[in-house]
């Protein structure tokens, strides 16, 4: 057991890391959640619908889109990109965590 004093600042960090009340997320958006926050973090916003300090925002992102951008650095046919750069590298490191990141996205 940890000392009295550490059980109030304790439970605020559990509660902290529940999320305070978000919806839970299936195993899979959890994952990939994880890897988002690992991998696309330096650019993109923590909070995928915001953002971040050089990529736009996520959020919506669908399955097509995420394999096109992070594997092949392009986009599907048609669609019209948030941003006109061409900055973001192919980040073919998570190409097994796809389907988990469009999980989270969604
Ligand atoms: C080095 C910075 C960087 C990293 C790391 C990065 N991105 Fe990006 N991303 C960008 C930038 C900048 C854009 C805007 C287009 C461009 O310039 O390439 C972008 C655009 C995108 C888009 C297209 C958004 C749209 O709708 O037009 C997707 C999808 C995307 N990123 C997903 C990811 C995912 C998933 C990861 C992590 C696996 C990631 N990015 C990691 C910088 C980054």
Redesign the pocket.
Known sequence: MPPRFLLGPLFFVALTVAGCGEPALSPEAERGRQ??LA??T???ATDPAKPGP???P?KG?SRE??EA??LRATYPPGYR???P?????A?PQ?ARDIPA?AAYLQ
């Not at 750069?85 to 590298?89: G, Y």
């Open positions: 890897v988002y991998q696309c330096a650019c993109h050089v990529g736009p996520l992102s889109l995420l951008k992070v990109p948030k941003r750069t061409a900055i973001m590298p980040q998570v990141l």
